[in-house]
């Protein structure tokens, strides 16, 4: 099996706070700035949803969250200099000072030259799966994603990892389904990355991006040392 270089799915930036009683999409103007950066508004009373399908990303505000999705970047540099400048200027002008919760969240995909069978027995040996003890049930023709619970400094991480059709990423990660992705399957991962902590913004967000493009490489670099033809 070869690897690939990964490509950036979906990346999601979220911070929680306590809820803004006054907040009100009909006196709060901190996203006018960027409307003529979105195509699509949603505006509720304590939400407001800005997207754009064609250049494949999502903000929204609301009176206990403020959340960004990017889909299809090229790198995460790029994820960081948007999530700077749509989200740190709105919590700004939001005037939040206390956060409850905050993650980064990277979806990825791992391209093979392998057919969705054959990346099935890779995974299966990725994880140690004895496909034997099961067969009793019934053929396998797929198998879902791992997931995992992972302690870090002064943070706490979901990763899960599995096969995927590109049907799949479609339906269950893509939010803009206009993209045409390059492959029929690929490896899922999703790594999630969140912290508890009131941190300082910007720096959690450079450090969860690079802690993220560390694991990625890593990982990569392991699935093609462990499977080199």
């Known amino acids: ?35 003529k950066e979105f195509t699509r508004f ?35 540099d790029e ?3 948007q999530i700077n400048k749509y989200c740190l200027s709105v919590l700004d002008d939001l005037k939040v000072d206390y956060y409850l919760r905050t993650g980064l969240r990277v979806m990825y995909l791992i391209p093979t030259d392998s057919t969705f069978e054959e990346l099935i027995e890779y995974y299966e040996k990725i994880i140690n799966f004895d496909a034997d003890a099961f067969n009793g049930f019934g053929n396998i023709v797929d198998i879902g994603t791992l997931a995992l619970t992972l302690s870090k400094e002064k943070s706490k991480a979901n990763l899960s990892c599995g096969p995927m059709k590109d049907e ?28 508890e902590e009131s941190l300082p913004l910007k720096g959690y967000i450079e450090k969860s991006i690079n802690e993220s493009r560390l694991s990625i490489v890593r990982f990569r670099d392991k699935l093609q040392e462990k499977f080199n033809d």
């Not at 270089?5 to 929680?16: A, G, H, P, S």
């Open 168 to 195: 799949e990423v479609n339906k269950k990660v893509a939010e803009f389904r206009n993209y045409k992705n390059e492959l029929d399957s690929y490896l899922f991962i999703d790594y999630d990355i969140y912290t």
């Open 42 to 76: 949603d505006v509720q009373d304590r939400l407001i949803e800005l997207s754009n399908d064609e250049n494949y990303k999502k903000l929204l505000v609301s009176w206990n969250k403020l959340a960004f999705t990017t889909e299809n970047v090229k790198s995460l």
């Open 79 to 81: 994820a960081n200099r």
């Open 1 to 35: 099996m070869r690897i690939k270089d990964y490509i950036i799915k979906k990346v999601i930036f979220e911070v929680r706070y306590f809820p803004l009683l006054s907040f009100s999409s009909k006196n709060f103007n901190g996203l006018q700035k960027f409307t």
